[in-house]
């Protein structure tokens, strides 16, 4: 969560980080400086692809949270499954 100081990063992957946060937390943080920002490192297709990819990737999250589930119990469950031949 503390991308931004981090070293580990790139200026390019922290905008990228950047967008994520306000895709999963806050759309407000996507204001006109961002898109400039955004628009200036990604094209059209990696933002849509971005976008898509962190929506989708947190939606999923949320929805097995809200299942209850616990991390490794789909694999789990779908290693039985095949194993069963079901």
Not at 47 to 64: A, D, H, K, N, P
Request: hydrophobic share 40%; glycine share 8%.
């Amino acid at each position: 969560m503390r991308y931004e100081k981090s070293d580990k990063f790139t200026p390019r992957e922290k905008l990228a980080l950047r967008y994520a946060d306000a895709i999963m937390y806050n759309p407000a943080q996507a204001d006109d400086a961002m898109w400039a920002a955004l628009r200036a490192e990604f094209s059209e297709p990696e933002l849509v692809e971005l976008g898509y990819w962190v929506g989708f990737t947190f939606g999923g999250q949320r929805w097995l949270k809200t299942l209850g589930t616990k991390q490794g119990e789909l694999e789990a469950f779908l290693k039985e499954r095949r194993a069963s031949g079901k």
